[in-house]
């Protein structure tokens, strides 16, 4: 029998809505005990995850047929109702209901269109020091807050690639908003990924902790270091954005199975052929450029004071914030 999911409350504090009957992997066609088994172990553990698949990740991951897994994955499109068209009218109500969290800074919250949005990837780029990390500590403390404070009464998965996550910052930063610290630190649930491979394992071992928990909040600080380290010259470019590319959809599946934001923080590299300008761009190229729904540009300026400038939205219009990073966390 499929476990129950927890009922959550919606991101406008609204009753949830009355969950479907769910449907387990074994009542498909074709899917026995044992391949149902192998599906869950790979993190297809229910029909949308199974329905957005390919063929040939389900064949890999279940051992079986290529043929057998696109009539799976067929029946699970069926039952999911994958596919359908809705209006535009029916989408902006829908997207009305999406959850936002506040950064602590009125002036990079307006920038973002009222804060950082669920369902969606939110980058960070900068230099060392430019506030990056502090802003993955600060939105992990906020996303706990009542919806009236500009949370989402949420808990957080932070996986941690450069050793960067610092609990005594969680505390600082939770005294600053009113949380208590010990609950705060309780609700994030941190992993040190190791390579890019842990990386990728991770997002899979925190869709099972989502099932557990109200989990409102992934952040990947930073996104882009293994991959960079890993995959050395233009030889090894094309699997490294390959994989760079699977790694950042399995994120946005997460935010949109769980109506979680996801923050990602990432590196750049320098550019000598440019004289007149910035000379670093964000690491990555076009894979995550196309894959971030919004681009955060962060730059030093007089400490404490950080410029944020927003490079890339679906439908904000670029622009600049300043805030303050203090003891007590991202202030205006």
Known sequence: MPTKTPNRAAPGGEEPPEPKPEIALEDLPGVG??????????????????????????????????????????????????????????????????????????????????????????????????????????????????????????????????????????????KGVGLDPETALARIHVARAYNSNHQMLLVQKAQELAREKPIRLLVVDSLTAHFRAEYLGRGELAPRQQLLNKHLHELLRFGDAYNAAIIVTNQVSSRPDVLFGDPTRPIGGNIVAHASTYRVYLRKSKPPRRIARLIDSPNLPEGEAVFSLTTEGIRE
Do not use: C
């Not at 009539?71 to 209006?87: H, L, M, N, P």
């Not at 989408?91 to 506040?102: A, C």
């Not at 403390?141 to 910052?169: A, C, N």
């Open 33 to 174: 005990s044992t391949t149902a088994d192998k599906l869950r172990e790979a993190g297809y553990t229910d029909l949308m995850e199974l329905a957005v698949a390919s063929p040939g990740d389900v064949a890999e991951a279940a051992e079986i047929g290529t043929a057998s897994a696109q009539k799976i994955i067929g029946e699970a499109r069926r039952r999911a109702d994958v596919g359908q068209f809705e209006s535009g009218t029916t989408l902006l109500e829908r997207r009305k209901k999406l959850g936002r969290i506040t950064t602590n800074a009125k002036s990079l919250d307006e920038l973002l269109g009222g804060g950082v949005e669920t369902q969606a990837i939110t980058e960070f780029a900068g230099e060392f020091g430019s506030g990056k990390t502090q802003l993955g500590h600060q939105i992990a403390v906020d996303v706990q807050l009542p919806v009236d404070q500009g949370g989402l009464s949420g808990e957080v998965v932070y996986i941690d690639t450069e050793s960067t996550f610092r609990p005594e910052r969680i505390v600082d930063m939770a």
